[in-house]
């Protein structure tokens, strides 16, 4: 039997029932039995997981561990070991947020650069780089975002769209949706989609403070 | 929740299709009708974009040294270069490659 | 929810889970020289192969 291991918690309880909890130092770790040779890019797995990942959000926050993790107990408590500590920081320093993201399409694609200009591998890639940061959005936007939600990070994931993630008290959840409608009137051509909550993804990988 | 403006557009234009999203392959008999070549460029393809998606994370974390970026983009020049060669060969192109998201009916 | 933004909802969700989060090092890491690259990704891939090959075979 193994798990497919969804994300990493304070306590049993912020776990259980909704599904199985496996500790790992002075932590616990929410997972999901499956059978051995269940493949996991399973379209049903996928939806069941998504699932569970909500309804443990609803619980309490946790740190996300990307989906695709999957093992025995032993072999999940030993890949996780070093990094317990750190989560511990961040669950006990976030214990009371969510991630929210925003996604904007941005108005003009970046040209993707053409390998045949380069005869330096580092020269493309830095090139592909920079066509991925140089995407960028309406300043006015921009700031209406940051206002609408909160400090967060700008992240360019992609050469079309730009995103926005922030950290967020779950009871300004509500507020911060209401917000969300606000920006669709103010700006009713720019293609944005405010999402959430989230547990702990993008700010996941943080030290903690 | 979600709030969004312009559902259209986003579901165009945001990069929901590259992602890792398995397909309902059985609702799709196209992919394993249209011969092997296909099949396995389009795995090729998939894995090249992954990739090229992780490099580009890795240079925004920018923990990676000099000689790893010129490592990392000869290999992806490479890559594409052979997929390229690869895609002529087999008289194959990209949207025969294509391995799309399919309408959300799929999803039921 | 209108159907288009159901889909979006559905991918959100999806992308959410599979493209963000902690990346534990998998059984499967494909390397370029010493940089570990993909880890997670490539056990889909595979289970969408395996998928495939199945499905010819009927």
Not at chain 1, 15 to 37: C, K, N, Q, R, Y
Request: aromatic share 4%; proline share 4%.
């Amino acid at each position: 039997m193994k798990s497919v291991i969804i994300g990493a918690h304070l306590q049993r309880d912020d776990i259980e029932p909704v599904a199985e909890a496996l500790a790992v130092g002075d932590l616990f770790l929410s997972g999901l039995p499956v059978a051995d040779d269940q493949p996991l890019g399973d379209r049903d797995l996928l939806l069941r997981v998504a699932k569970v990942r909500a309804a443990l959000l609803d619980r309490a926050t946790f740190i996300a561990i990307r989906y695709g993790f999957a093992g025995s107990p032993p072999e999940v408590a030993s890949k996780c070991a070093a990094h317990v500590e750190r989560w511990r920081a961040l669950l006990e320093q976030h214990r009371d947020e969510v991630e929210m993201t925003l996604k904007v399409v941005a108005p003009e694609q970046q040209p993707r650069p053409d390998r045949r200009d380069f005869t330096s591998g580092g020269d493309y890639l830095k090139a592909l780089h920079a066509a991925t940061t140089a995407v960028d959005v309406d300043p006015d936007f921009r700031a209406a975002v940051e206002n609408a939600i909160g400090k967060g990070r700008w992240l360019h994931r992609d050469q079309a769209s730009l995103e926005f993630a922030a950290l967020v008290a779950r009871d300004a959840v509500e507020r911060v949706r209401v917000a969300g409608e606000e920006l669709k009137q103010r700006f009713p051509r720019v293609p944005f989609l405010l999402s959430g909550p989230w547990p702990l993804e993008v700010f996941a990988d943080d030290r903690g403070e | 929740m979600i709030v969004a403006n312009d559902e259209a557009t986003l579901r165009q234009q945001l990069a929901f299709t590259d992602s890792m999203i398995p397909e309902r392959i059985s609702a799709d008999p196209e992919i394993v009708e249209n011969g092997l070549a296909k099949l396995v460029l389009s795995i090729i393809e998939l894995i090249r974009r992954l990739l090229e998606k992780q490099a580009l994370r890795r240079m925004d974390a920018g923990n990676l040294s000099d000689d790893e970026i010129e490592k990392l983009g000869t290999a992806l020049m490479k890559l594409e270069e052979k997929m390229n060669e690869l895609k002529r060969t087999f008289g194959l192109s990209d949207d025969d490659l294509n391995l799309k998201l399919g309408p959300v009916k799929m999803w039921e | 929810m209108d159907e288009t933004l159901e889909e979006l909802s559905l991918l959100e969700a999806l992308d959410h889970l599979l493209d963000r989060g902690v990346v534990i090092a998998g059984e499967a890491v494909i390397s370029i020289g010493d940089v570990d690259l993909l880890y997670l990704g490539l056990n889909i891939v595979l289970a969408n192969v395996d998928a495939i090959v199945r499905t010819g075979r009927k």
